[in-house]
């Protein structure tokens, strides 16, 4: 019941009528270079390895870190190299395995100034647009907060923070590159974008969040300006990773790259957002 609550706070009243289970198994899988997919197959969670330790970024929820661990021992890492779990935001479906796996890990789990407190508390932000429908997660006990365009380093590693409020109010996106055969890639793994309301939240205009449709809209067309050679979106089926993958069987690990799948991603959420506002005219 918990998981279909988050299902509905996530993607919206679609994907509960589907029955989303985003804790559907997913062998894990090289993307490109030193970056491989960890998650379930619902909610990502992406590997980025070097010899000095490896940052994950997102946790999955509740009922993922078992299988998250099981999927970085698969391809050969060790689960206590893993030094930082980056968070896109503060839904329990990113970030409710983040405590269990903070616990096998050691990491430091980092988010943004507003996405921070949630972790820590495991209470929602009552700004958040789906709060009253938001199940509490376990605390997180040691986090770091990050500021917009700040670089998180470990070792050869560098991942780039970048504020990307509007489905909730503390997300973030990541950036950094990967390179195979002498090749640099540009990777993202790009928040939610999705405009989704519940409780009456309005993102014409509400009091809880007054300006979540303007920090939307930007954070929008952050994404859609990325360098963006191999997307992963937080829900990796929004950003074409199932058809990238598909190809990448044939091709090998250059169909994970498609320069527009950015734009792509942006072009979907700016739909949602125009959808949701129609809906709230209609009330
Ligand atoms: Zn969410």
Not at 237 to 259: C, H, M, P, V
Not at 270 to 275: E, F, P, Q
Request: aromatic letters at 8%; hydrophobic letters at 40%; glycine letters at 10%.
């Amino acid at each position: 019941m918990k998981n279909t609550l988050i299902a509905i706070a996530c993607l919206g009243i679609a994907a509960f009528a589907h029955g989303a289970d985003w804790d559907e198994p997913q062998e894990p899988f090289a993307l490109y270079g030193n970056t491989y997919y960890v998650g379930p197959k619902g909610v990502a969670a992406v590997l980025v390895t070097s010899p000095a330790g490896h940052i994950l970024i997102d946790a999955g929820s509740p009922k993922s870190p078992a299988a998250i661990a099981a999927s970085i021992r698969k391809l050969g890492f060790k689960v206590e190299d893993v030094k930082y779990i980056l968070t896109s935001h503060e839904h329990g479906d990113h970030v409710g395995g983040a405590a269990a796996l903070q616990a096998m890990t050691g990491a430091t789990v980092i988010g943004s100034a507003k996405s921070t407190p949630v972790l820590a508390s495991g209470k929602p932000n009552p700004a958040d647009p789906q709060f009253g429908s938001l199940s509490d997660t376990l605390p997180v006990a040691k986090t770091r907060t990050v500021r917009d365009g700040e670089t998180v380093t470990l070792g050869p590693l560098s991942i780039t923070a970048h504020a990307t409020p509007g489905h909730t109010p503390g997300g973030l996106s990541w950036t950094w590159q990967s390179a195979e055969n002498g090749r640099a890639a540009n990777m993202v793994y790009a928040d939610s974008l999705n405009a989704f309301g519940l409780h009456g939240f309005r993102y014409g205009g509400d009091a809880r969040w007054p300006e979540a449709r303007q920090q939307l809209e930007a954070s929008i067309a952050k994404v859609a300006a990325f360098p963006c050679d191999v997307l992963v979106s937080n829900h990796p089926d929004l950003g074409g990773l199932w058809e990238r993958k598909e190809q990448a069987a044939q091709r090998g690990s250059a169909a994970f790259i498609d320069t527009g799948a950015c734009r792509k991603y942006a072009e979907r959420s700016r739909k949602r957002l125009a959808k949701q506002l129609q809906e709230e005219q209609n009330r």
